[in-house]
């Protein structure tokens, strides 16, 4: 389920594999606790040190003026925290646009003072929230965003930050809570976009399509960051009913309201990957590789088209997997165990990866991605999580219908 923040300022074995991954791209890179398998240690990279002092290690946007002038009033005035809110939204927005977990370190010191209580003020509490569930640490989101909605139950990006972590870790009872709750406090399509992933899980993908498909069509105009949040919904679902086509329109008209929605472009570069238009996903992603979900896709579309620059992109992917292990986080398992899969074609591994990631999160994504790796790896009982997952909600998947029958005949 794709987050949506409505006060931001969001067949062969090769075909398969590019949509394990699915829409959700790199999370963030702030240290999440501590957890690296002996393979991922092994992999970890040496702390680099710059030899010259000179050097330019990574240039960052220059800070608009008004944001530095309030930096410096929070600094005379630190108890502000409707200013120290104001700033930490803006780098929540960054992160969100520009996929650089900085942004989300900064947003969290900016909040510092207040980080650690226990009942800090209802905006930093959606805000510490907003960044757990970032960092995928979704416990602690949770605990955040239910002691939130018990003080402010009417706020719609609380409950629709829980509707998605809640549906993360496969809670889809409280998801729909969330959801209903939203029915009093938004319009129909962000509605129907809160609800629709919920639906598709329980096996009812084509009413969920066919409801938010007439409620985005009505809505002709209003919010353009709702309407590309609906439409790539929409995409994800005419994808799981098997209408790749669709699904890629849906996501050219999300990235015609917003070029930078990485989550759209990601989604658009793995149907045509999964469509035989490997190419095109390379030119699609081509000089956005500093958005780690974009390289990790470019990497693999290059190493399968063998392009001049695979060598380059993959090796860049590799250095920053070590550089995750090395922080301890567990939140580049999805990317890193497709990379595996697809790159180093070790299922094996893959699948141990696929694992470990399955107990963080539970997303259509992450079914595709371990029983994909299971089938490569012929083995079955790697899988049984997700079969279990797939017969107790009634999900249907064309991609996943697919893998759970090949993994059938291994019986």
Not at 64 to 82: K, M, Q, T, Y
Not at 160 to 180: F, H, P
Not at 221 to 227: H, M, N
Not at 298 to 309: C, N, P
């Amino acid at each position: 389920m794709r987050p949506f923040a409505p006060d931001a300022p969001r067949p062969g074995r090769r075909k398969l594999t590019v949509l394990a991954l699915g829409a959700v791209g790199l999370a963030a890179a702030l240290t999440a606790a501590a957890f690296v398998t002996p393979d991922r240690a092994a992999a970890a990279a040496p702390t680099y040190v710059p030899g010259d002092p000179a050097q330019v290690i990574a240039t960052v946007p220059p800070r608009d003026p008004g944001e530095v002038a309030a930096r410096r009033e929070l600094g005379s005035a630190p108890d502000r925290v409707e200013l120290a809110v104001e700033l930490a939204r803006g780098d929540i927005a960054r992160y969100r646009t520009l996929s650089d977990p900085r942004y989300l370190g900064r947003a969290q010191a900016t909040l510092g003072r207040w980080w650690q209580l226990a009942e800090p003020p209802a905006d930093v509490l959606l805000l510490r929230a907003t960044i757990e569930q970032s960092i995928h640490q979704f416990a602690e989101a949770r605990r955040d965003l239910d002691q939130l909605i018990r003080v402010r139950p009417r706020d719609p990006e609380a409950q629709l930050t829980r509707a998605v972590v809640a549906t993360i870790t496969a809670d889809y009872a409280a998801a729909r809570d969330s959801c209903r709750a939203i029915a009093e406090l938004a319009n129909p399509v962000v509605v129907a976009a809160c609800e629709a992933p919920l639906d598709a899980i329980a096996g009812r993908a084509d009413e969920a399509y066919a409801r938010l498909a007439r409620l985005v069509g009505a809505a002709r105009s209003g919010d353009a960051a709702v309407r590309g949040w609906a439409m790539t919904e929409l995409a994800e679902l005419a994808f799981m009913r098997g209408d790749s086509d669709a699904a890629a329109a849906h996501l050219a008209g999300a990235l015609a309201l917003d070029p930078d929605d990485a989550y759209a472009r990601n989604l658009l570069a793995d149907i045509w990957m999964a469509t035989g238009h490997t190419g095109d996903a390379s030119r699609l992603l081509a000089g956005r590789e500093q958005i780690d979900s974009h390289l990790v896709r470019r990497a693999i579309a290059e190493h399968d088209l063998h392009g001049a620059g695979a060598a380059r992109l993959v090796a860049a992917m590799r250095d920053r997997i070590a550089a995750a292990a090395e922080r301890g986080d567990r939140i580049h398992l999805r990317e890193e165990a497709r990379f595996t899969l697809a790159v180093d074609l070790d299922a094996p591994r893959a699948v141990r990866i696929a694992r470990d990631n399955w107990t963080v999160q539970k997303e259509l994504a992450d079914a595709r991605l371990l029983a994909e790796a299971a089938v490569a790896a012929g083995d079955r009982d790697a899988a049984a999580p997700v079969i279990a997952w797939a017969r107790a909600t009634g999900v249907r998947d064309a991609t996943l219908d697919r893998l759970l029958a090949r993994l059938e005949v291994m019986r």
